[in-house]
């Protein structure tokens, strides 16, 4: 058994962070509703940095068990200045 040291918190995870452990897992990608072959294709993809839609990636998320404990926070970076 690993200490909690190196343990992963899984209760604070981003969208994309989930959403690579959900295709990793042994049995989400199942729930998910992808093949071993599909599977085996977003791991390659992921590792390629070529991610699904947001959309996407909630749906299959939500799909195989997982919830999403707090909406997301957005920032406008202070370079963007809005024309007008």
């Given at each position: 058994m690993a200490n909690d040291?190196?343990?992963q918190d899984v209760s604070k995870?981003?969208?994309?962070?989930?959403?690579s452990l959900a295709v990793n897992d042994k049995e989400s990608y199942k729930i998910m509703g992808f093949s071993?072959?599909?599977k085996y294709q977003l791991q390659q993809n992921l590792r390629n940095g070529k991610w699904p839609?947001?959309?996407t990636m909630r749906e299959h998320l939500l799909k195989s068990?997982?919830?999403k404990l707090q909406d997301e926070f957005w920032e406008k970076p202070a370079?963007?200045?809005?024309?007008g």
């Open positions: 040291s190196t343990m995870l981003t969208l994309r962070e989930a959403y071993r072959v599909r839609k947001e959309a068990g997982w919830a370079q963007v200045q809005v024309e």
